[in-house]
């Protein structure tokens, strides 16, 4: 049964994700927003509201994924376009949010964009932030604004659950993955394992040594995000030579930029089970990848957010 919002509810879809949009609108029961995106022949976006806002409770879903900046600077000009145009509240539903990986100083001189974007959308008027899965659940901290920071293990995991896989470990590919690794062996009453890899320079990866039984299990590869998919296939490989007996991969989002795809097609990787966060094209959906829907979990968290409710059970 659809979801039942008050007056004045509004969502809006820009042009990141808009077959999610679509799902999230049969699931709350409402229509998208009348609005256009365009662009100059400069490359300048413009932004066009086609019907009231004044006093309503906005939603705006984008998710800032290739091309990033594109997709950030229509989400600011909206925004802007909203409070101008006496948008009660303006909630920002971004799937994936990217630059979060830029969430501080590695070396010297360096940015951190991570804060910068938190600044903008900020700036520009939003009230609430509704995401999923930061590369650091400390990005948080960026925002003077509530943030409802969603997480997909919860999806994932159900997933694997309903295989029916035995002898299953869960694998982090890095340290920084260990603590989704931990959430999915917990929900899937398994133990983890842990690759201890080195990055000597951006997107290259090295395998150091696999802490933890793999022998004959089958091992699911857990992060918040695949790009390159560099990091996966030669955990992937690695497992295989240390025993593993099928290997899975898992994230929540999907970016697979470049060789990811063809990387994936010829690893050892049996399935590589991702969510909707972003929108992939045609050429990148492949028999080995399986799309989870993330629609049902945003839809509800809009619903408690909008009735004034509380997220945390969502969480649970």
């Given at each position: 049964?659809?979801?039942?919002?008050?007056?004045?509810?509004?969502?809006?879809?820009?042009?990141?994700?808009?077959?999610?949009?679509?799902?999230?609108?049969?699931?709350?029961?409402?229509?998208?927003?009348?609005?256009?995106?365009?662009?100059?022949?400069?490359?300048?976006?413009?932004?066009?509201?086609?019907?009231?806002?004044?006093?309503?409770?906005?939603?705006?879903?984008?998710?800032?994924?290739?091309?990033?900046?594109?997709?950030?600077?229509?989400?600011?000009?909206?925004?802007?376009?909203?409070?101008?145009?006496?948008?009660?509240?303006?909630?920002?539903?971004?799937?994936?949010?990217?630059?979060?990986?830029?969430?501080?100083?590695?070396?010297?001189?360096?940015?951190?964009?991570?804060?910068?974007?938190?600044?903008?959308?900020?700036?520009?008027?939003?009230?609430?932030l509704i995401t999923m899965d930061f590369h650091a659940p400390q990005v948080q901290g960026f925002f003077d604004i509530p943030v409802d920071h969603l997480i997909g293990i919860p999806i994932l995991s159900e997933y694997f659950e309903k295989k029916g896989l035995e002898d299953v470990v869960v694998v982090?590919?890095?340290?920084?993955?260990?603590?989704?690794?931990?959430?999915?062996?917990?929900?899937?009453?398994?133990?983890?394992?842990?690759?201890?890899?080195?990055?000597?320079?951006?997107?290259?990866?090295?395998?150091?040594?696999?802490?933890?039984?793999?022998?004959?299990?089958?091992?699911?590869?857990?992060?918040?995000?695949?790009?390159?998919?560099?990091?996966?296939?030669?955990?992937?490989?690695?497992?295989?030579?240390?025993?593993?007996?099928?290997?899975?991969?898992?994230?929540?989002?999907?970016?697979?930029?470049?060789?990811?795809?063809?990387?994936?097609?010829?690893?050892?990787?049996?399935?590589?089970?991702?969510?909707?966060?972003?929108?992939?094209?045609?050429?990148?959906?492949?028999?080995?990848?399986?799309?989870?829907?993330?629609?049902?979990?945003?839809?509800?968290?809009?619903?408690?957010?909008?009735?004034?409710?509380?997220?945390?059970?969502?969480?649970?």
């Open positions: 049964m659809p979801y039942q919002l008050k007056k004045g509810f509004k969502l809006f879809a820009l042009n990141s994700n808009k077959s999610l949009a679509k799902e999230m609108a049969v699931l709350l029961g409402c229509e998208i927003g009348k609005s256009s995106v365009t662009q100059f022949s400069d490359g300048e976006i413009q932004v066009n509201i086609e019907e009231s806002v004044r006093g309503c409770d906005v939603y705006v879903v984008q998710s800032t994924s290739h091309p990033n900046n594109d997709h950030i600077m229509e989400l600011l000009i909206m925004i802007d376009a909203l409070k101008r145009a006496s948008a009660k509240m303006i909630n920002v539903v971004v799937p994936y949010y990217s630059y979060a990986r830029q969430d501080r100083k590695a070396r010297s001189r360096e940015p951190i964009t991570a804060k910068l974007v938190a600044n903008l959308l900020e700036k520009s008027g939003a009230t609430r982090a590919p890095h340290n920084g993955a260990v603590g989704r690794a931990r959430k999915m062996a917990s929900l899937l009453n398994a133990p983890i394992a842990l690759i201890d890899r080195r990055r000597p320079e951006p997107d290259v990866s090295e395998i150091l040594e696999i802490i933890g039984n793999v022998e004959g299990k089958n091992a699911i590869i857990v992060d918040d995000l695949i790009n390159t998919a560099a990091t996966q296939t030669y955990a992937a490989k690695a497992l295989v030579e240390y025993g593993a007996k099928t290997v899975y991969a898992c994230c929540t989002h999907a970016v697979l930029s470049g060789p990811a795809v063809d990387r994936i097609e010829s690893s050892p990787i049996q399935e590589l089970v991702v969510t909707n966060t972003i929108e992939q094209t045609d050429e990148k959906q492949t028999k080995k990848i399986t799309i989870l829907s993330v629609a049902p979990l945003l839809s509800e968290a809009i619903d408690r957010i909008h009735h004034e409710k509380a997220v945390s059970p969502l969480f649970e």
